[in-house]
Every structure is written in structure tokens, then in C-alpha cells.
């Protein structure tokens, strides 16, 4: 499949951190080609090429920031709190699924400006103030919801001009689509390493699943895929030199918890292969599967590789399809490279 029919395919699926079963069919549907597939007790989905020499573990985390429903109300109305990072500000008016004993449609209330009082028009609705309508009585919710059920952001996947694209959960569905990219450049150049793809579980609420699955891997070197900012009008100021253009490459990690030697790899392999890229300089923890990857067991040397979204953590995150492309041409062109092979697209 085409990168973008891939994305697409990953994005239309609902699973929030802790419950990202949904997606288990769509991932093993993609990486079957490429390795044995499983699930860990853990939930992280595997698929793993074998081979010899360096050991590679790829990561990319399967879950997105969701809500979870804390109270069912007497007049029927679901009450939430959030799961990872969601943003409080953009969930007016949205429409969500609730995962219960079947997926259940639903919107989250809006209060009308008309009775909005003066104070309240400029602040964003706290967590405890929020509600899913779902137009069923109590006894009717009670039927097909449980308390602690989560709820996604209704999943959408949409092309918008200039080879870009929008949806739910491309944080971090990108991740996933630039790996199966990957691995397909890598069977096609007769790549002979081990290889484990790993799409986590869990990393919206702290990254456990990827430390969990690095732990049993012991692989020798790990790369760790998830999204960072594009530039886009209300960053362009104190943030421009974090983000990068929609269509200009691959970001390149570099933090303390990194290894040097893998970033300036990755930068001598983006050079040589003339793919466009930007180093993304963090001072401390990445914020990623990296941070738990690189930490747990006997540590492994690793990098992270991202391509730039807008929009982060909402309904409506864009990505450009060229620079997905370009994370897995990196990735599997760093791979090559240390077999003494070259990419060939």
C-alpha cells in the first residue's frame, strides 16, 4: 500500500491509551509481510525480521490521548477526565466514541453564548465541567457504558492541497506508517540485520510499553519515531527555531539521553543521501519512547527521527506525506548504510 493509504488505515482506528486493541488487526494486516507478528503481555504490538549482526529495535507508539468517563448522570450526560494530553480547549462541540460494550457516537455539550456569562466567554471548560451527550436515557447508557470506558475523538482521515493530509491520531499513526515504510525499503534492498518493530502501548500516559518491550528486546541500537511541531502562525514567534516547515524533512534528535553517535550518523546519512532534514536540539528528555527505551535494563544507544505535524493533539493534525516518506527512507538508508549496502527507492 501507498504511505498514505497505510496512515489512513492506522488513523480510522480508536484506541486510546489503554485500550488500543482496536488497532491490532490494521497493524498485523500491514507488518505481516515484514516478520512474525504477536502481541506482549504488555498489549505493545511486535513484528520481528530476524537476521544477524546489530540487533535494531524500531518504535512507534499505537495509542492517542482520549478521554475516560467517570460518572454516568442521572439526566443521562457522561462526565469525563482526560487520558494523556488532552486539551480541554478544543473539546466543545466535538464529536467522540465511546468505547463501552459497543462504540457508542456521541457530542460533548456546548454552552450556548447566548447564556455564557461575560467571565466564562475567554476561559477554556475545566475537565469536571465537561459532558458527552449521547442522547440515551441513564438506564439506556448503563446498558452499553461502564465507568473508566474510554473515549476517542471520533476518528477522521481527510486530503487536504499541496500533499498534505488531516485526521485524528496522526500522533503517533504517522510513526506507525513511516515504520511499515521502512520495513517495506529495507525487505526490497535484502537488509540482513534483526530487526523488531515495536508499536507501543501506553506512551500518551508516560511510555511504559516501549520501556517494557526494550527490556525483553536487548537490542543493540534503537530508533524511536514520533511527531514534532511544524511551524504554523501562532508558533512562528519564541518557538520558530523548534519547528520546521510541513514538507521539510525528517527531524534528527539530539538530548543528553541520545546517543551523539547515532545523531551524527543519522546527519552523515542524511547528507549523503540528500534528504532534507533539521536537528531538533532538546536539553533534557525527549518527551518520546526514547526516554524510557534508552533508560531501562542495561540501556540501549538510541535516536529519535520525527516528522513535523500541525495542529498536535487535536482532531485536525496535518501532516505532509513526502516528509513521512523521508523518515523511512532515512531509517532504512542509516540501516543500509552500517550493512554496507545503499538505499535504493
Known sequence: MEIKQVLEKFCICGAPSGAESEIYTA???????????????????????????THYLLDAHMDQIGLVVTAIEENGFLKVDKVGGMDRRILPSLEVVVLGREPVYGVISCKPPHLTDESEKNKAAKFEDICIDTGLSNKSLKEKVSLGDKVVLKPYFGEMLGGNVTGTAIDDRAGMAILAKTMELLKKNGATSKITTVFSVGEEVGGKGAG???FYTEAEEAIAVDVSFASQPEVDGAHKNATMPLGGGAFIGTAPILSKQMTDDFIAVAKKENIPYRVEVMGG?????????????YGTKTITVSPPIRNMHTDVEVVHLEDLEQCARLIAAYILSKEGKACVI
Do not use: H, L, W
Open 27 to 53: 497493524a498485523a494486516q500491514v507488518m505481516e509481510p515484514y516478520g512474525t507478528c504477536k502481541t506482549d503481555k504488555r498489549g505493545n504490538f511486535i513484528c520481528t525480521k530476524e537476521g544477524d549482526g
Open 212 to 214: 517494557n518491550a526494550s
Open 285 to 297: 528528555r525527549t518527551g518520546t519512547n526514547a526516554d524510557e527505551i534508552a533508560s531501562v535494563g
